[in-house]
């Protein structure tokens, strides 16, 4: 075989293994792409903020699982309810973890506590100026805050590290864009940190009694956008 033939097969080949290696990547990515979650329990009965399963739920048991996969990982109730014992129906309905506090800053520079809004159910959407997903979905923000404002307090909280953002960048890109839903910023990061929020954008849903009702990492479509507003509002 000439070398010039083994060049192109070669090349044949590379192009062969590339397109299997292309095809399997976007396999394992829709296969991957996640739903809300909602929170489990770890050891210490505090908020597991896993989200490797792909559930839509609320943390009553009353589960609408979205896929087959394994969720035993997650922290979330693994059975849907028709699938539950007596016992491990009522064990899964008292399952609700209080959201933890925190303290961010209006736009005035006011000390705004999470808890000031208990009463009301809550959407507590994590984002910052430099992220690209986080400008995508807030038109979706804006709209349900329009629709639901009446029914649901919206945190709009700016993850803020003082170096790749500012409060003034995020008051700037906020009236550049005229939305009106409430924004507060989390100038010392505690807000952030208590929901380890450092992939963003982050969605936390809270119900009325203040606890937590499901959350979700990366950009919200509508669809789940709308169920964690339709768990909020059942």
């Not at 505090?46 to 699982?65: C, F, L, P, V, W």
């Not at 010392?188 to 380890?196: F, G, R, S």
């Not at 119900?207 to 937590?212: F, I, M, V, W």
């Not at 009702?213 to 507003?229: N, S």
């Amino acid at each position: 075989m000439s070398s010039k033939v083994r060049t192109i097969t070669g090349m044949l080949l590379l192009a062969v293994i590339l397109a299997g290696a292309y095809i399997a990547y976007n396999k394992l990515s829709l296969m991957n792409q996640p739903d809300i979650t909602v929170p489990g329990a770890g050891k210490t009965g505090q908020a597991n903020n896993s989200t490797s399963g792909e559930t839509i739920t609320d943390i009553s048991g009353n589960n609408e699982n979205t896929d087959t996969t394994d969720n035993s990982d997650t922290g979330a109730p693994g059975k849907n309810e028709d699938m539950q014992s007596g016992d491990e129906k009522q064990q899964s309905e008292e399952q609700k973890y209080k959201a933890f506090d925190f303290t961010v800053y209006d736009s005035e520079g006011k000390e705004v506590n999470l808890s000031e809004f208990f009463g009301k159910p809550i959407i507590i959407n994590f984002w910052a100026t430099w992220c690209p997903y986080c400008i995508q979905e807030m038109p979706l923000f804006e709209q349900g805050f329009s629709k639901y404002k009446d029914d649901i307090h919206f945190m709009m909280v700016q993850s803020i590290d003082g170096i790749k953002d500012t409060k003034e960048k995020g008051e700037k890109f906020i009236n550049d864009n005229g939305y009106t839903f409430p924004v507060y910023f989390d100038l010392d990061l505690d807000a952030t940190a208590t929901y380890q929020a450092y992939s963003l954008p982050t969605t936390v849903f809270i119900d009325r009694d203040g606890y937590l009702k499901a959350y979700h990492r990366g950009m919200l479509t509508e669809e789940l956008f709308q169920k964690g507003i339709d768990l909020l509002l059942e």
